[in-house]
């Protein structure tokens, strides 16, 4: 059931998303895309609370909860950074709005940015083993939890796996075309 679940509130984020933006930007309805983009986190909500119930109600623990709590961590710290991203993109394409905003394209700025969402992710994995702990506890039976211990673990690889890019743009950044200004400015002197 909690497979279900997450996959329905996956598939229900990014249809309330471009409900809630093509109602924004296509069709003008501004308190219907409010509307819309506030059940983004309903979604969350609803997701924790099944997680809880499945458990609670006898179920053994298994690699669907413990991605149901991956799933809430990734939708708290990432959720408002991907809102953002998919309402610039939205508004661009259809709305005539600004280019959406891109990452540095290289130097130290890009080490810094890499190292910035490396933290997030760290984060992302820290707050998931706190709802995963905390599910642990409400269950309150080890012999049915213990497969969260083990996704938490296994979970561990992306952070460590993810450390590679900001480590990469650290050591070997990459060169970084001067702008125009730079370049007057340069041939000036």
Do not use: N
């Not at 308190?31 to 819309?36: G, Y």
């Not at 799933?71 to 600004?98: E, M």
Request: hydrophobic residues 55%; glycine residues 8%.
């Amino acid at each position: 059931m909690i497979l279900a679940v997450v996959i329905g509130c996956e598939i229900g984020f990014w249809v309330f998303l471009g409900l809630g933006l093509a109602s924004r930007y296509l069709w003008r309805m501004r308190r219907l895309s409010t509307a819309l983009l506030l059940l983004v986190p309903v979604l969350d909500v609803i997701l924790l609370a099944a997680a809880v119930v499945d458990m609670r109600g006898g179920a053994e623990a298994d690699w669907r909860h413990g991605l149901a709590g991956a799933y809430l961590a990734y939708s708290i710290v990432f959720g408002h950074r991907t809102l953002k991203w998919a309402d610039a993109k939205f508004a661009h394409r259809f709305a005539g709005g600004p280019e959406p905003w891109k990452p540095p394209p290289g130097g130290m700025a890009r080490a810094r940015y890499e190292w910035g969402m490396w933290l997030r992710i760290v984060i992302a994995y820290g707050l998931a083993c706190a709802l995963l702990y905390g599910l642990v506890w409400i269950v309150d039976a080890p012999s049915r939890t213990e497969a969260l211990t083990a996704f938490m673990v296994s979970m561990l690889k992306v952070p460590l796996i993810a450390v590679l890019w900001p480590v990469s743009y650290t050591l070997f950044p990459k060169k970084v075309a001067a702008s125009p200004e730079r370049e007057a400015a340069h041939s000036e002197r």
